[in-house]
């Protein structure tokens, strides 16, 4: 598909596309659901005042509100899939901004639940779950909630923090107004010397080319302009960081971090081993810095060459159908079922596989509890395609497994296993591509692409996470976020993760002013961790077989039943210990190890 001219949808075969029309065979049942749903959450203000009067109301009341949940999630997502289908149709814009303002007036009508449920007693709702049989299915949703109550401000206070709400996220509502529509990168000259503009979209890609002049240059108009305006940039997230804190002062919390964690009851100790097991192991990042600078043979290695291939794969088409085979024998490991699982879903229509006019870019999966875990993506018969479909699948896998087992009340898993399951599927792949490739310039790039995939998720996620550790720190502490004061750490961070090999930037101290997730506080370890997680499953699963293969299917089965850290468990993972970062870091030097014996 790739060097062929964008087709318009209707022009390409239904086979290729998702079986969207599953969720809706007929367009009126949405319509009516968006109804159904308002009109319940209006009749829900009846509990009001009553929800834990005796246990057949709190009963009730838990299932009014799963039942509207469920409707009008089913909704938002597929009119969210139709508009990705072709953002151009307006049919599908309209719906979806009219189910996004019936979401917004049901989640407002809704507000009052639980606060409301805290106001009772632990006792009095373990006595209701003990003595109504229905209730044992929300037992553990219950004790999770009630584990926060302590946390939980008066009805007055809470009424504030939530009216204050819409003002408290301005920092992040004002960069990304000023990243995605204000800022202009200008022109640079790309490698067949013809002006184009510089785009956040583009700049990857000039970052990736091997013509060393267009990646230097599209790193100083990139960072020219965050220069320019690091002053209120840094303004803008010195509020958000005050805003974090001051929210955890006055939930009582005892840091920011501790708030942003505890939604998960993750263990702060989690964050901690991720950043001292990484420094531990910076020597092997190190290394192979100073490989890159050998194999690009250059006097000073620059930021702007850390992101240009070391190898060049050669040229090959993998057509969709060919992909497809190579990541079923990838997952062989996980046995007969979960293979059975995977073809089904290719041949039910979980996945819209080729770009077309107007579709949304990139991949993703998604779905209601009652659909499909259906899969977009854009494949044009690369391996990283190949790759991209390993990754959605395993999420779209960890999604059937997960609403196959469990109530709708914990037909989600969170956010810190999330990206578990789809790594798990890379690096099955990854390591069975390795153990049967004898192209000496395909196994060099195999192994450079999961060097980098460490690189990328792992280390840098990990400064990342350091860096906002450092901030919020700060400020807790008296201290204030000047530009100077951020720009000065992140070079120090920078400087300590890629070690003596890479030359001093001017430029690289403002990249801190372009990450997004920056305003998504302690959101970022959990790439690292889940990284991690998955490279030590993946371990397992080919060392111990059977055993380690059940295990995980558990894990995949398991959705938010349990914390995540005890979810991951069922994996023979334990994230509260270094051990799994440590064996992911024995990986990722052994990477080095080969590909500076490859190489050098």
């Not at 003595?131 to 909630?145: A, G, N, Q, V």
């Not at 009424?159 to 004002?174: F, L």
């Not at 531990?280 to 850390?306: F, I, N, S, T, W």
């Amino acid at each position: 598909m790739s060097d062929k001219k964008l087709k318009q949808r209707d022009e390409i075969s239904k086979e290729y596309k998702w079986n969207i029309e599953a969720m809706y065979p007929n367009e009126a049942k949405w319509e009516e659901d968006l109804k159904t749903a308002l009109k319940k959450a209006e009749d829900f203000q009846s509990f009001q005042g009553h929800i834990t009067d005796s246990k057949e109301n709190l009963y009730d009341a838990l299932k009014a509100h799963e039942d509207i949940d469920r409707i009008i999630s089913h909704s938002y997502i597929y009119a969210q899939m139709k508009k990705d289908e072709d953002n151009r149709n307006t049919k599908y814009v309209a719906m979806y901004d009219k189910v996004s303002s019936t979401a917004a007036k049901i989640s407002s009508l809704l507000s009052f639940f639980t606060p409301e449920l805290l106001k009772a007693s632990e006792e009095q709702i373990l006595k209701y779950i003990d003595e109504k049989s229905e209730l044992k299915t929300y037992e553990f949703m219950l004790k999770d909630i009630l584990r926060e109550k302590s946390h939980v401000l008066s009805a007055a206070e809470e009424n504030v923090m939530a009216q204050m709400s819409e003002a408290t996220k301005a920092p992040y509502d004002i960069y990304r107004m000023l990243n995605n529509a204000e800022l202009n990168f200008g022109e640079i000259e790309n490698e067949y010397g013809e002006k184009v503009t510089l785009t956040h979209g583009n700049f990857i890609n000039y970052m990736h080319s091997h013509n060393r002049e267009v990646r230097k240059n599209a790193h100083k108009n990139m960072y020219e302009t965050y220069k320019a305006l690091i002053n209120t940039i840094s303004t803008n997230y010195s509020y958000n960081v005050k805003t974090d804190v001051i929210n955890a002062r006055l939930r009582k919390y005892e840091s920011a971090r501790q708030q942003a964690l505890s939604g998960g009851n993750i263990p702060e100790s989690v964050y901690d081993n991720l950043i001292s097991v990484i420094h531990e192991y910076l020597p092997a990042m190190h290394k192979y810095v100073q490989l890159r600078k050998k194999v690009l043979g250059v006097d000073e290695l620059k930021m702007y060459d850390v992101y240009t291939p070391l190898v060049k794969l050669p040229n090959k088409d993998i057509p969709y159908a060919e992909g497809i085979n190579m990541v079923i024998e990838g997952l062989k490991p996980l046995g007969d079922e979960y293979i059975e699982n995977f073809q089904a879903g290719i041949q039910n229509g979980w996945i819209d596989v080729y770009e077309s006019e107007g579709k949304s870019s990139g991949a993703y999966s998604f779905g209601s509890y009652d659909s499909m875990p259906y899969i977009l993506l854009n494949y044009t018969d690369t391996i990283q395609d190949v790759f991209t479909l390993a990754h959605e699948m395993g999420h779209s896998m960890h999604s059937f497994y997960t609403r196959a087992n469990q109530p709708y009340t914990y037909g989600e898993y969170s956010i810190f296993v999330a990206e578990v399951a789809s790594t798990v599927n890379e690096c099955l792949l990854i390591k069975d591509l390795l153990n049967k490739e004898t192209d000496p310039e395909v196994r060099k790039y195999l192994i450079n692409h999961f060097i980098e995939s460490f690189k990328s998720t792992v280390f840098r996620q990990t400064m990342f996470a350091e860096f906002e550790y450092l901030t919020h720190k700060e400020v807790e502490n008296g201290g204030s976020l000047t530009s100077e004061w951020l720009c000065d750490k992140y070079e120090e961070l920078n400087s300590l993760y890629f070690g003596p090999y890479m030359s001093k930037d001017e430029y690289i101290k403002y990249e801190w002013s372009r990450i997004p997730h920056f305003y998504s506080s302690f959101y970022v370890y959990q790439y690292a961790t889940g990284f991690s997680a998955a490279n030590a499953i993946s371990n397992k699963i080919l060392e111990e077989g059977e055993t380690a293969r059940n295990n995980y299917i558990k894990f995949l089965k398991s959705g938010s039943s349990d914390h995540p850290v005890e979810v991951l468990k069922y994996a023979g993972v334990d994230m509260a210990t270094p051990d799994a970062i440590r064996l992911g870091m024995e990986t990722f030097t052994k990477l080095v190890d080969e590909l500076w014996d490859l190489m050098v």
